[in-house]
């Protein structure tokens, strides 16, 4: 038997499945790695206290680590929400004594939802400790924003700019996601020698919780496979852009993308791929 390739994934737990933890361990089940997780805070309102991200502590992320490591091992990492300076401190130790490269941050900062998944103090943190160890990093518009000390982003040629700074800031790949642009969907990969953006089609959709970290955890995915960056960036936007496509909602709320939806129904928009 050929074992699958494996996958960590460093983030929170969603209670909803779409997104985070559940949303990482989907997409790895579904593009046939093997899937290990540990979780760093568990994200669900309290129908009381209104309180949404229950941290958990450093001791609890230290002994899901070295379960991983010590039972399975590690051939790729994919990081999400980390919430606090301490858990960003700690994990980045964790992560450089097992040598792994192939490293994909997530700088997860606020949820659909509008659930606050950083603390403003770790945001420094995040930049200057965890994201220049990584192979790639994902943010979204307002998350470039943010590292970028505020910068407005608004237009296909701010995510260009955005990615050609954040890459030359942080001295790694960076893809920044213009999911919130009018028209077309393109996310601009930098990796400090070529810019590529990849274009999909805009998706008439509220329902798309969980794209951005079913986005990161298939790029991790595709590279623990052997496929070079700007493959893993395309083949992972053909599997979010595919389950976005045929994403749907069991309440009014905003519901999940579909991680089962290429393997269900195929691919269900070509990427445009140009410099």
Do not use: W
């Amino acid at each position: 038997m050929v074992k699958p390739p494996r996958v960590l994934t460093i983030a929170g737990s969603a209670a909803g499945g779409s997104a985070g933890i559940q949303g990482d361990i989907k997409t790895f089940q579904e593009l046939d790695v093997y899937g290990t997780s540990v979780i760093t805070a568990i994200v669900g309102r309290h129908p009381i206290t209104d309180k949404n991200v229950h941290p958990q502590t450093i001791e609890a992320i230290e002994g899901q680590f070295h379960t991983v490591r010590q039972q399975v091992g590690i051939d790729a990492i994919k990081v999400g929400m980390l919430f606090s300076e301490e858990v960003i401190e700690r994990v980045t130790e964790l992560i450089m004594e097992t040598g792994v490269k192939n490293l994909v941050v997530d700088p997860v900062m606020v949820g659909k939802l509008r659930s606050v998944l950083l603390r403003d103090d770790a945001i420094d943190m995040l930049r200057k400790k965890l994201l220049p160890q990584a192979m790639i990093i994902t943010p979204n518009m307002p998350e470039a924003s943010l590292l970028l000390d505020g910068r407005t982003i608004e237009t296909p040629e701010d995510v260009r700019q955005a990615a050609i700074d954040l890459q030359k800031q942080v001295k790694t790949a960076v893809l920044v996601k213009g999911g919130r642009l009018e028209g077309p969907a393109k996310d601009v990969l930098c990796d400090g020698t070529s810019v590529t953006t990849f274009e999909a089609p805009r998706i008439d959709t509220d329902h798309t919780s969980g794209a951005g970290c079913s986005y990161a955890a298939a790029i991790a995915a595709y590279i623990a496979k052997g496929e070079t960056l700007h493959d893993a960036v395309l083949k992972a936007k053909q599997f979010v852009t595919t389950a976005i496509e045929h994403g749907f909602t069991y309440t009014e709320e905003v519901g999940p993308t579909y991680h089962a939806a290429m393997r269900r129904f195929g691919i269900a928009h070509d990427i445009k791929v140009y410099e």
